[in-house]
């Protein structure tokens, strides 16, 4: 698909890190871009600069994700690019013991199921109002639409106290075939990334010499990945037609150890 200003997209969690690099690179490149995220400020300072829109969406909302699309759709016209970028992650081991008192505690069912509910069932959700949609299209060189997810390495090698975490990006990259399935015959395709350490605002917070110390994990190069090499793999994807079903390691060759 040709990436210009005759096609508009949706970005969630645009607002920060991988999603904001991808609506940034999509702009550069003259596409109209709508930002789904909760910051309302953060957002709508990023659409302001790249002369797209934000819209306010919690994407564990099917009513926000539909008012969303369709604020969306009614200043840019029906997107044929979505990115998923919106997600959350915690840290809880399935159960464990207080070394000191000896208090043995479990992972929260609650706990567990908003990871879920943020990753994956928003994911989906973004997905499925965005295909209805884009089938309403005329198709262009035969394509109708692209979608590309993010989840992340810790669907195959996910650490010690990642199981909502690690659960929630596997059935991301569970679903992309089945999706890439169902929407073929219409025209519109499906990829993921599955990024590794990336220099995002989860990792921003943390010591410099923590920063250091997990770049240094990466066999090559040995550093954090940069959230613009996100989006110029997201942008490959969608440019590239026979780029379809697949879900793509961008992780510098890190496998990541149990803890």
């Not at 499925?128 to 035969?142: P, S």
Request: charged share 20%.
């Amino acid at each position: 698909m040709d990436i210009n200003s005759s096609v508009s997209a949706v970005v969630t969690g645009g607002a920060s890190g991988l999603g904001e690099a991808t609506a940034r690179a999509l702009a550069n490149h003259g596409v109209k871009v709508a930002i789904f995220d909760l910051q309302k400020d953060r957002g709508e300072a990023i659409a302001a600069e790249i002369r797209g829109v934000f819209c306010r969406v919690d994407v564990t909302n099917e009513d926000s994700v539909r008012d969303g699309f369709a604020r969306a759709r009614e200043i840019h016209g029906q997107e044929r690019i979505l990115v998923n970028c919106a997600g959350t992650a915690n840290a809880i081991r399935t159960a464990s013991r207080d070394r000191k008192t000896g208090e043995i505690r479990f992972f929260p069912s609650d706990e567990f199921n908003k990871v879920i509910q943020i990753n994956l069932v928003g994911t989906f959700r973004c997905i499925a109002q965005a295909a209805a949609g884009m089938l309403t299209l005329d198709t262009i060189a035969g394509e109708r639409g692209v979608i590309v997810n993010t989840a992340s390495i810790a669907a195959e090698d996910g650490q010690m106290g990642q199981a909502a975490y690690s659960a929630s990006k596997g059935g991301v990259v569970g679903l992309t075939l089945v999706v890439a399935r169902d929407l073929s015959q219409e025209g519109i395709r499906c990829n993921t990334v599955m990024p590794g350490l990336f220099d995002t605002p989860l990792l921003q917070g943390m010591p410099e010499q923590v920063r250091q110390a997990l770049g240094a994990q990466v066999p090559f190069p040995a550093r954090l990945g940069n959230p613009a090499e996100y989006a110029s793999l997201a942008l490959e994807m969608i440019r590239n037609s026979y780029f379809n079903g697949e879900c793509v390691r961008l992780d510098g060759a890190i496998r990541m150890p149990p803890r």
